[in-house]
């Protein structure tokens, strides 16, 4: 992961995974696509190094593929590390949630309020964040925010699965739905009624990653990424 800085201002470096990681997981940057470095440091308005570490550290999560002599290239989706990214999450956030006690009432109040933004959110794009704040609201309930560090890295190519899945097998709504029922159950001291609708919530990714790959087999079907656009000058 990046480094932060003590400033509100993030790091170039921080700056460039950020946007970067973001355009792969939303599919702005498309599976075989080139990245150039050069065009990516001006569209940011930062120097090339910068994008070159966030490029690295990107690289190491399987996102990108860096080629020598060649370039930069977004891979495709790979099942197996979304399976894998899978189990990772779902063992810390349950691991987290059984931990939790019943939530004070500020507690239950944040979770409630992320909901009602939830239920506000138009489309994915404006309820992924506030997906990402849910669930890293539920660590937090029983001290365990900094997992989400954990959660986050190992989780690249199934928060591109789910990415996609969300408009594929079940609208925005159905995803806030799962929230209140986890939320519901943690305010009504039922720890293995939230713990059983967290898992369900969580497990639908395997249902909207065969729904994928049946429906844009272009994301999955190459084992390398398809060489598009020209490499870029190092």
């Given at each position: 992961?990046?480094?932060?800085?003590?400033?509100?201002?993030?790091?170039?470096?921080?700056?460039?995974?950020?946007?970067?990681?973001?355009?792969?997981?939303?599919?702005?940057?498309?599976?075989?696509?080139l990245l150039s470095e050069n065009e990516l440091a001006a569209a940011?308005?930062?120097?090339?190094?910068?994008?070159?570490?966030?490029?690295?550290?990107?690289?190491?999560?399987?996102?990108?593929?860096?080629?020598?002599?060649?370039?930069?290239?977004?891979?495709?989706?790979?099942?197996?590390?979304?399976?894998?990214?899978?189990?990772?999450?779902?063992?810390?956030?349950?691991?987290?949630?059984?931990?939790?006690?019943?939530?004070?009432?500020?507690?239950?109040?944040?979770?409630?309020?992320?909901?009602?933004?939830?239920?506000?959110?138009?489309?994915?794009?404006?309820?992924?964040?506030l997906d990402e704040e849910f669930h890293r609201a539920l660590l937090?309930?029983?001290?365990?925010?900094?997992?989400?560090?954990?959660?986050?890295?190992?989780?690249?190519?199934?928060?591109?699965?789910?990415?996609?899945?969300?408009?594929?097998?079940?609208?925005?709504?159905?995803?806030?739905?799962?929230?209140?029922?986890?939320?519901?159950?943690?305010?009504?001291?039922?720890?293995?009624?939230?713990?059983?609708?967290?898992?369900?919530?969580?497990?639908?990714?395997?249902?909207?990653?065969?729904?994928?790959?049946?429906?844009?087999?272009?994301?999955?079907?190459?084992?390398?990424?398809?060489?598009?656009?020209?490499?870029?000058?190092?």
């Amino acid at each position: 992961m990046p480094d932060s800085e003590p400033s509100a201002r993030p790091s170039a470096r921080a700056l460039a995974y950020s946007r970067i990681r973001d355009d792969i997981i939303a599919g702005r940057s498309t599976p075989g696509a080139l990245l150039s470095e050069n065009e990516l440091a001006a569209a940011l308005g930062i120097s090339r190094q910068p994008v070159r570490e966030a490029l690295l550290l990107i690289a190491q999560e399987g996102l990108v593929e860096v080629r020598p002599q060649s370039g930069t290239y977004v891979t495709r989706i790979d099942p197996d590390r979304v399976r894998e990214a899978q189990f990772i999450r779902e063992a810390i956030e349950l691991a987290s949630l059984a931990a939790c006690a019943t939530p004070s009432d500020d507690e239950e109040r944040m979770l409630r309020d992320i909901i009602a933004r939830q239920r506000a959110a138009s489309d994915r794009d404006a309820f992924y964040p506030l997906d990402e704040e849910f669930h890293r609201a539920l660590l937090g309930l029983a001290g365990h925010a900094n997992a989400w560090a954990a959660v986050s890295a190992a989780k690249g190519h199934l928060d591109r699965a789910r990415y996609v899945g969300m408009s594929a097998t079940r609208t925005v709504q159905d995803y806030v739905d799962d929230h209140e029922r986890v939320v519901e159950a943690l305010a009504a001291g039922d720890a293995d009624a939230a713990a059983d609708a967290l898992r369900e919530h969580l497990r639908f990714v395997f249902a909207d990653l065969d729904a994928v790959r049946t429906q844009h087999p272009e994301l999955f079907d190459a084992a390398q990424p398809a060489r598009t656009g020209r490499p870029s000058r190092r």
